[in-house]
């Protein structure tokens, strides 16, 4: 029994004397702990008194990697304004340790033996949050309070090493190809671009880390299992850096507001207001090809629509050197920088659509002679001298030249000849076989035996991409651009093209950081940028995203689902809401438009709205659709929708029609929408072949809106209708005296007049009803639809039936 008391006596001591060596850093809102090992162990809310860190769980402060193996400390001594961690034989790193009022702060100042440190990681730091993951930003959410991490430079990446290409393992569409291939894990846990917050069994964990890249490296990048990895001189791990937060939930985008103002990280305005929380970082925009000859038009359509920002989706024939198309642009940026003045001058701001880093072949980069910098899968050498014609180039080494997954040009470079290759033999001795010599207008000529031939990585768009040189000196380009002409908005798309470097999302924030940091200092407040590819340092730079296209269906169905995840997106991770862009052609309807406004109004996002001269032209109802795109616009930017009209608009299911009433009023009703099939019937004489359908108007009694849109057979067939007669409930047929061709449209729009459309929404025709249209009663109704035919074929008929609440009253504050 004494021998009990005895050990229960030194178990105390010891637990007292570790207790004695915790270390604590304290915000307002925040106590974070590290243990005698140099070990996070508390990371607490004072507010609330409640401890976020897992029961039996904790995480280095700081580990490092060393020959493939991660080590953590053993120990750790406050050492003045730091700490001191020890790693055993590994040596030891001073940390420099600051506790402000909002955030605590770390970085990585001197370490032992740092040419023999492969990276180092902070954390991962294991919380119990669950509801809220903002994967990129790196910040945790429950209703009571958030915990945060934030890299404090370039170099320090949001995630976790897990790819030693360090890009981030992603479940982008673009990416997997099709929504359905994201992940179960990415589906259920709604995360799917990036790890710097990371979803647990427990909770979730917050991570960041820093690559020591002064030795080069062969690595597995962007579907190359060979890929050689340049050094790169950044100072290594050392200045690696975060910042530590927490506090309540609705004050964690401010916190990071604060700390990039504290750390020089950028902090982009619009208008003078911080671009997270301007209402402007929303704003939609016209995607319009412009020139100098139709630029007003460009512009009036852009003002008719309530919009500030024009956009140009096309306007380069290079990419890399980035010259403009001569027919649009005569004089190159001077063309340039007069349309940004015509434009500014209207009120109207322009912005240009970049690929990044991609380099067409036609650029100065490619030809006539190419640049040394363009990126290189691996090299290997001739094993013999080739004349300038040789259709057969020997090669030491078939290793980076048969890799052809991600392979589209097949293009090797020897001095400054760039030479195409169809294939690589099947075994030694090595050789590329069917080659095109001087490929890209450069100069086939002969190369001696030994000469360093390397394999130049592409893209599936056709293009070549930069190292970590070149990438600098692109991005720098576009900040010229923008300098000399003005240009208020850019879009980096195809940002992954920089992958070509070996850094993995590194190379894109300092592809943007590079941009940025060129910027003059007027144009630093005022230009919106978004990207394609975002990282977790690229969170501060970027205004918004912008994802979804409009290109594989239709109007409504063009990526719907991946529109929708991105909304839970933007809210997890603090950034404004945008829905992508959609494409108007000469068949967008205004209950199209209506549709999309609906949803901006509901997730509060702005859009892109791409359009082409010819659409507007023979679109019968542009000029309402532009019109009305103002209208809903003006609404959502003044914030004059409640939290409920917010909620029901999110349902893609749900229908509206806003209607201005005077400024800064409108009424908003909402719809009942039902659609239905009508196919010709070939029946024996005297057998009925109208079709009835059953509908359930949730209204007050009214005439609805039927919109009936004629298809002919699409397997022939001239088939058209002579007559068309509608039925509702207990109410006599009233027959519609028209007569439609094919793809023509008819619209009720009151009880006395039916007009007929083309394809493409022109006003044919108005025709006057021999009878009122009645009423349908509020509740379930039944309607009745015949047609009479002439021709040959089975053709359908579309309905879609539409009654209206009442108008709902809108107002600006």
């Not at 700081?62 to 001594?77: F, H, S």
């Not at 509801?131 to 209703?143: F, R, T």
């Not at 919009?307 to 290079?318: A, C, K, N, S, V």
């Not at 990438?471 to 850019?490: P, S, V």
Request: glycine share 8%; charged share 20%; hydrophobic share 40%.
């Amino acid at each position: 029994m004494i021998k009990k008391y005895a050990l229960l006596l030194v178990i105390t001591l010891a637990y007292l004397a570790v207790e004695a060596q915790e270390i604590h850093f304290n915000t307002t809102d925040f106590r974070l702990t590290v243990d005698a090992s140099g070990f996070v162990v508390s990371l607490y809310d004072k507010s609330n008194q409640k401890e976020y860190i897992p029961r039996d769980l904790t995480a280095p402060l700081l580990a490092i990697r060393a020959n493939g193996q991660y080590i953590n400390p053993t120990g750790v001594a406050q050492n003045g304004n730091g700490l001191k961690l020890s790693f055993g034989k590994n040596g030891t790193a001073d940390i420099q340790a600051e506790a402000k009022a909002d955030y605590i702060r770390f970085e990585l100042k001197t370490v032992e033996y740092p040419e023999e440190i492969e990276l180092v990681v902070w954390g991962p730091f294991p919380t119990t949050i669950h509801e809220s993951i903002g994967e990129s930003v790196g910040v945790v959410k429950d209703p009571h309070f958030a915990v945060g991490i934030q890299a404090l430079n370039v170099k320090t990446l949001g995630g976790y090493p897990s790819e030693e290409s360090d890009i981030e393992p992603s479940f982008d569409i673009f990416q997997t190809g099709s929504l359905e291939d994201i992940s179960e894990e990415a589906r259920t846990k709604k995360q799917y671009r990036g790890q710097t917050a990371k979803a647990t069994d427990f909770g979730s964990i917050l991570q960041a880390y820093t690559r020591n890249r002064a030795r080069t490296r062969e690595i597995n990048n962007w579907d190359h299992s060979h890929y050689i990895a340049p050094s790169y001189e950044d100072g290594g791990v050392i200045g690696s850096a975060i910042a530590l937060f927490g506090g309540p939930p609705e004050d964690a985008l401010s916190t990071i507001g604060k700390i990039e103002l504290a750390e020089g990280l950028p902090h982009p305005l619009i208008d003078g207001v911080w671009a997270k929380i301007s209402p402007q970082a929303t704003a939609s925009y016209l995607i319009l090809n412009f020139d100098g000859n139709n630029l007003d038009n460009a512009i009036k359509l852009t003002k008719k629509a309530g919009l500030r920002y024009l956009y140009h989706g096309d306007p380069f024939e290079t990419w890399g050197h980035f010259r403009l198309k001569e027919k649009a642009f005569p004089q190159q940026h001077k063309s340039l920088k007069n349309y940004v003045s015509r434009a500014e001058a209207q009120g109207v701001a322009l912005g240009v659509h970049t690929l990044s880093g991609f380099i067409t072949t036609n650029d100065r980069y490619v030809t006539p002679v190419p640049d040394a910098r363009l990126a290189k899968v691996g090299q290997s050498a001739l094993t013999s001298e080739i004349t300038a014609d040789s259709e057969e180039i020997p090669i030491e080494s078939p290793l980076f030249f048969n890799q052809l997954k991600n392979n589209t040009l097949k293009a090797a470079v020897i001095d400054n000849e760039i030479i195409r290759y169809q294939a690589v033999s099947s075994e030694a001795p090595w050789k590329l076989i069917g080659c095109v010599r001087g490929a890209y207008g450069t100069q086939a000529v002969s190369h001696k035996k030994s000469a360093a031939i390397a394999k130049l990585m592409d893209h599936p768009y056709k293009v070549f991409l930069p190292n970590a040189a070149l990438a600098e000196e692109i991005a720098t380009n576009l900040a010229d651009l923008f300098n000399e002409t003005g240009l208020k908005q850019i879009s980096f798309d195809g940002l992954e093209g920089v992958w070509s470097t070996g850094m993995g999302q590194y190379a894109r924030a300092l592809f943007t950081e590079t941009w940025y940091d060129h910027l003059n200092p007027t144009l630093k407040g005022n230009v919106i940028n978004d990207a394609s590819n975002p990282s977790h340092f690229n969170w501060h730079m970027n205004t918004r995203y912008n994802w979804g296209e409009p290109w594989y269906a239709g109007f409504r169905e063009s990526q719907t689902q991946y529109r929708l995840m991105n909304q839970d997106f933007y809210r997890r991770n603090l950034l404004p809401a945008m829905l992508g862009w959609f494409s108007m052609s000469t068949q967008t309807s205004i209950e199209d438009t209506e549709w999309l406004l609906a949803r901006a109004a509901g997730f509060d996002a702005g859009f892109a709205f791409s359009v082409n001269f010819d659409a507007v032209t023979k679109n019968g109802q542009a000029d309402t659709i532009f019109h009305t795109i103002k209208h809903w616009e003006s609404a959502r930017m003044a914030g004059a929708f409640n939290p409920a009209q917010k909620l029901r608009m999110k349902d893609i299911n749900n229908e509206f029609h806003l209607q201005p009433v005077s400024p800064g009023k409108w009424l908003l009703y909402p719809y009942s929408v039902q659609r239905h099939e009508y196919q010709r019937k070939i029946r024996q004489p005297g057998e009925p072949v109208n079709s009835e359908f059953e509908f359930k108007n949730p209204f007050e009694a009214q005439v609805p809106i039927i919109i009936v849109n004629f298809i002919a057979d699409p397997n022939g067939g001239d088939a058209a209708i002579e007559e068309l007669s509608i039925a509702v409930s207990n109410h006599d047929v009233v027959k519609i005296p028209v007569k439609m061709a094919s793809f023509q449209r008819l619209k009720l729009v009151n009880e006395k007049q039916v007009q007929v459309f083309d394809r493409n929404w022109k006003l044919l025709e108005t025709v006057n009803l021999p009878n009122p249209f009645p009423k349908v009663a509020s509740g379930m109704n039944n309607l009745s639809i015949d047609a009479v035919f002439t021709g040959e074929g089975l053709p359908k008929l579309h309905l879609e039936i539409k009654t209206a609440g009442k108008g709902e009253e809108v107002t600006a504050p």
